[in-house]
């Protein structure tokens, strides 16, 4: 599943070929995905599109008039393309435009999402509760301990919380809690508040590490033989289970929490 660096690595990527352009048409060839796609997607036709920006992992099409909501689910990537450029398959929507380009959404799986909304999209159900950007500084060490305090939950499982911060997913929060040094098993509310400070720091560094990578290594979005893929990340723990800790030399840990894969070092994070 894209996590926030790759959906804000793809906002970056199609924002220059849509800022300020007017959608001149709406091709829905499959509008089955994890919601119905509404007719209403066809309002956005004539508006111009002011704005592409990003909530958790929605990226935010924004018009005077209103706002598309597209999610890319498990399997959904974008191109930017030339209008004509033949449909493969999956390939479930084009958002065409006046400069000669086409907005493509291909997703296999079909567990992303295209909406319209007339109202703020800040307001919209799926985005509403959500909690605070983590590159922010809404999210800083004082917010996190207010949350946390007296939680018995894992904090793993807390920084994958979307009301409490969004865009923490699996990759991430196995990251930043080994280089915080903290046990994703530990409780919630039984970390303290330097602790805190210290994860808050290194969720930061993490993703912010990521979106550079990414905007480096990332496919080409106006490239027509292969789509956008997941960038290589220089990864610590996630996905080395079994494999020695680059710090201690310890075989990592891996366990299930909240039906994730979670790896750690049972000797460097306590």
Same mark, same amino acid.
């Given at each position: 599943?894209?996590?926030?660096?790759?959906?804000?690595?793809?906002?970056?990527?199609?924002?220059?070929?849509?800022?300020?352009?007017?959608?001149?048409?709406?091709?829905?060839?499959?509008?089955?995905?994890?919601?119905?796609?509404?007719?209403?997607?066809?309002?956005?036709?004539? !508006?111009?599109?002011?704005?592409?920006?990003?909530?958790?992992?929605?990226? !935010?099409?924004?018009?005077?008039?209103?706002?598309?909501?597209?999610?890319?689910?498990?399997?959904?990537?974008?191109?930017?393309?030339?209008?004509?450029?033949?449909?493969?398959?999956?390939?479930?929507?084009?958002?065409?435009?006046?400069?000669?380009?086409? !907005?493509?959404?291909?997703?296999? #799986?079909?567990?992303?999402?295209?909406?319209?909304?007339?109202?703020?999209?800040?307001?919209?159900?799926?985005?509403?509760?959500? &909690?605070?950007?983590?590159?922010?500084?809404?999210?800083?060490?004082?917010?996190?301990?207010?949350?946390?305090?007296? #939680?018995?939950?894992?904090?793993?499982?807390?920084?994958?919380?979307?009301?409490?911060?969004?865009?923490?997913?699996?990759?991430?929060?196995?990251?930043?809690?080994?280089?915080? &040094?903290?046990?994703?098993?530990?409780?919630?509310?039984?970390?303290?508040?330097?602790?805190?400070?210290? !994860?808050?720091?290194?969720?930061?560094?993490?993703?912010?590490?990521?979106?550079?990578?990414? &905007?480096?290594?990332?496919?080409?979005?106006?490239?027509?033989?292969?789509?956008?893929?997941?960038?290589?990340?220089?990864?610590?723990?996630?996905?080395?289970?079994?494999?020695?800790?680059?710090?201690?030399?310890?075989?990592?840990?891996?366990?299930?929490?909240?039906? #994730?894969?979670?790896?750690?070092?049972?000797?460097?994070?306590?």
């Amino acid at each position: 599943m894209p996590e926030l660096p790759e959906v804000e690595v793809s906002r970056q990527g199609i924002s220059p070929w849509l800022t300020g352009i007017e959608v001149t048409r709406v091709v829905v060839r499959d509008g089955r995905l994890r919601w119905p796609i509404p007719g209403e997607i066809q309002e956005l036709v004539s !508006l111009t599109i002011r704005r592409v920006s990003r909530r958790a992992k929605y990226l !935010l099409l924004e018009t005077d008039f209103g706002t598309a909501i597209l999610h890319l689910g498990m399997s959904g990537s974008l191109r930017v393309l030339n209008i004509g450029t033949p449909a493969e398959k999956h390939d479930h929507v084009d958002i065409e435009l006046a400069n000669g380009k086409l !907005l493509r959404l291909n997703d296999p #799986r079909r567990f992303g999402a295209l909406l319209w909304t007339r109202e703020p999209a800040e307001a919209h159900a799926l985005l509403a509760k959500l &909690g605070p950007e983590p590159l922010t500084d809404g999210f800083n060490a004082d917010y996190l301990q207010s949350r946390a305090k007296g #939680r018995s939950v894992a904090i793993k499982t807390f920084l994958m919380d979307n009301h409490v911060v969004v865009g923490v997913g699996n990759i991430y929060a196995n990251e930043a809690l080994f280089a915080a &040094g903290i046990s994703p098993r530990r409780a919630a509310g039984e970390v303290s508040g330097e602790r805190l400070a210290t !994860l808050v720091a290194e969720i930061k560094r993490v993703l912010a590490a990521a979106i550079v990578q990414g &905007g480096t290594t990332l496919k080409d979005f106006t490239s027509a033989d292969g789509k956008p893929g997941y960038f290589v990340q220089q990864l610590q723990v996630y996905g080395r289970g079994g494999q020695p800790c680059y710090q201690c030399q310890l075989p990592l840990t891996e366990i299930r929490i909240g039906q #994730r894969t979670t790896v750690f070092c049972s000797h460097c994070q306590h």
